[in-house]
């Protein structure tokens, strides 16, 4: 217990690292407002526009999207909870290399995925409070095709405002994620060693 | 997660089979009205992983080189204007839809839409209506029958059409025997439209052919991730997305036990 304690707050403290404030001002755990949300979408949103309407080659594309995902989103709890009740039993060193392996593989993979959407245009539409985070709808036009939903749920749990989940058309990132490694690691027979080794080249 | 994965599993008809019916039948013969919400109810799994395969093989051997060589082919203007002349023909089929559903605001916008496009789209061949804020308002009788209140039932891979449920099957069945244009047309132009819509998705898969491809050939279980990608677009799609859907990962212990380790971060580090 008090081993997974340690690694659970290693862990924790690796994500909250950055965003000292937090502990400075615990008053400002929960002070994420909509405006604030809706900022650091808008950030998100800059940036994608400019990298889609960049007309630079795919690799550059995905080396940039990879640089948004880092910066904005907070992937070792999309990568936590993509693993569920199996990340209980990890060591923290296990789960520093599961969280960084996943951070590469969910990278490339859904960096790859934003080429389909250049040519297009996202554009910010409002925000809301659900729970204890914080809706951010956007709409995405592409070319030939009718306008979209994107959404993101934006948490300052970790300690800085990210995202933790981008949902397009209805389908979340982190949940189809929960059960695409759910799978593999069934294939691995819950080997959690090789289930990392290979999300290193997967993606 | 595919980007407008929709446009391609959305349950509209790549190619059309009599096998099918025998599926819907199938599929049909005991509707299960206890699915909830973000729960997957697939009775059939042993079936569908079977279909499944069929659809890869088909989608291996057959529609993906056909897509392939039809998006290089074809210049892509001429793709849009058949994408956009398909698009117009399912205009009154989605009316007939909105009808049904008491959808006034739906209609009116179809019925704006097909007089704009077919005038001034010259027969549907471009889109003015959307250049004018007429967005697409699209629907099926699956659809309808959700508003109807008919329950989602089993989870279904169709042969051909992929993903689906009971609910969306028969509505697949209904919106093609009843569909006002192939009614009205006469029998050589009927088939017009069939072709413009098998094109349509075929310039669908070749345009979105890195995320197809990621879902079918480089997901560990193709089935699963095609099931639930296909799930969780067309719940949402019918029902909007409310905020109960959405789990709080950061430890909302009633929604997400699993993560009840985020409980509250901030203790543990204060500690």
Redesign the interface.
Known sequence: MSNT?TS??RF??T??AAGSV??LL?GM?HALTDARARALIDQVVADINRVISSGQPLSGMIRDFERIFERYADVP??A??AL??D??GLSGAQLNAYVDAFKGYITR??G??????KGGQVTVKDA?K????H?VRTTVK???????EV?F?V?D??GRDLF??????????????K??IG??L??RGGNINQLIQDLRN?G | ??????HTFSGKPVLWSAVVCASFLSACAAPDTTVSRGTINDPYEEQNRGTHEFNRSLDKVLVRPTSSTYGTAIPTGLQ?SI??FSDNLSLPGDAANHILQGNGEGLGRNILRFAINTTLGIGGLF?PA?QMGL??S?TDFGETLYVWGVEEGAYVELPFFGPSTSRDTVGLVVDYSLDPVRLLLPTPERYISTLAMVAARLGDRH??T??ID?VLY????SY??AR??YL??????LGG?S?DD?D???G?AD??P??S??SD??E????
């Open positions: 304690m659970r707050r924790l403290g994500t909250a937090a502990l615990p755990a709890i999309i936590r909870s569920g009740p990340a209980r993979k859904y790859k995925r934003f080429n389909e959407f809301r659900v729970k204890t985070f809706e592409l070319r030939g095709e009718a306008p979209f959404n749920l948490s749990r970790s933790f989940d981008m949902i397009i058309e209805g389908i979340s990132l982190r949940l189809s994620e059960e695409e799978a593999m069934d294939r997967a | 997660m595919p980007l407008s994965f929709k849009d994408g956009h889109d959307s967005e697409r699209k345009t979105y890195a995320t990621s480089e997901s560990v279980d699963t991730q639930s990608l969780q677009n067309r719940r949402y799609e997305r905020q959405y709080d990962p950061y909302d929604s997400d699993y993560d380790a985020y971060p901030y543990d580090l204060n500690e």
